[in-house]
C-alpha cells in the first residue's frame, strides 16, 4: 500500500505520503514507511483513555496536512468526535464483504457460516463502526477446505488492489462523500459499491 501510493502517478501529481502513524511500535508498516523514506510515526495507545489517544491522534495529523486518512490495520475504535472531524476524509478497508462480519474475526466467521464467497470493502468511516458507505468490494471464492489463513491471504491479495484504486479516485477529487453516500464522477455509488454486480477489470 505504502510504496505503490507513495509511487502512484495522479495525472500530473505524485501522491505524496506524509505521515504513517501506529499505535504500536512493532507493526510491519512502520517498518515498509521507513523502506519508503517516510519518518514512522509512533503514538502509543496503551492506558489512555480514547478521548485523550484520539485528541494525540488529531493533533499529530494536523501538523501534516493531510488531504486523507487512510486506516490499515487500525484496531482502536475512533469517538464519534474524531471521525466528525474528518468526516469524507477517511477510508478503512475491512476484510469482509460488509455489512456482512463487521467486527474481527471476519475468514473464520465467514468459514463457519458456510459461505462460498468472502472478500474485502474498502468503506468512509463514519462513527457508527464499519456502517459507513461502501466505496469498492472485491470478492473471492472461499473454499471447503480453506483455513482462515489461506481465506486471509487470499483477501489481502485483493486488498492491495482495490485499496489503492480508491485511493486514487479520492486524490484525483473524483470520489466524495455526500449525505452519507459514496459520490464518484458525480454517481452516488449502490450500496455495495462501485463494482456491486459487475465485473470491472483492473489495469
Ligand atoms: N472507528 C469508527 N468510529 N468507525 C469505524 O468504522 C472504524 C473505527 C475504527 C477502526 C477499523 C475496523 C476494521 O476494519 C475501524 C473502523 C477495530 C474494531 C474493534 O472491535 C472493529 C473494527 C475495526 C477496528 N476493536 C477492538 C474492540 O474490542 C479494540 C477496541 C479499542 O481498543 O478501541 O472493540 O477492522
Redo the contacts with the bound molecule.
Keep these: 500500500m505504502i510504496d505503490k501510493l507513495h509511487k502512484q502517478q495522479l495525472g500530473e501529481q505524485k501522491a505524496e505520503i506524509v505521515a504513517v502513524i501506529s499505535n504500536k511500535a512493532d507493526v510491519y508498516g512502520l517498518q515498509r514507511a521507513k523502506d519508503a523514506e517516510i519518518a514512522p510515526i509512533v503514538i502509543a495507545?496503551k492506558g489512555i483513555k480514547?478521548e485523550e489517544y484520539d485528541a494525540l491522534l488529531s493533533a499529530e495529523i494536523d501538523k501534516h496536512q493531510a488531504d486523507l486518512i487512510i486506516?490499515a490495520?487500525?484496531?482502536?475504535?475512533?469517538?464519534?468526535e474524531?471521525?466528525n472531524k474528518y468526516l469524507g476524509k477517511m477510508i478503512?478497508?475491512?476484510?469482509s464483504l460488509l455489512p456482512k462480519y463487521?467486527?474481527?474475526n471476519?475468514h473464520q466467521r465467514a468459514i463457519d457460516a458456510g459461505d462460498t464467497v468472502h472478500g474485502a470493502t474498502v468503506?468512509f468511516?463514519?462513527?457508527?463502526?464499519?456502517?459507513?458507505p461502501t466505496i469498492l468490494q472485491a470478492k473471492v471464492p472461499l473454499f471447503s477446505d480453506d483455513t482462515s489463513e489461506d481465506l486471509r491471504e487470499r483477501v489481502l491479495t485483493q486488498e492491495h488492489l482495490i485499496y489503492p484504486l480508491v485511493a486514487q479516485w479520492f486524490l484525483t477529487n473524483r470520489l466524495t462523500m455526500d449525505n452519507n453516500k459514496a459520490i464518484l464522477d458525480g454517481n452516488p455509488l449502490p450500496e455495495n459499491g462501485y463494482a456491486d454486480e459487475i465485473n470491472i477489470t483492473y489495469c
Design positions: 495507545s480514547r486506516l490495520g487500525f484496531m482502536r475504535i475512533l469517538s464519534t474524531f471521525v478503512n478497508i475491512h476484510p463487521t467486527g474481527i471476519t468503506h468511516v463514519t462513527p457508527e463502526l464499519d456502517s459507513g
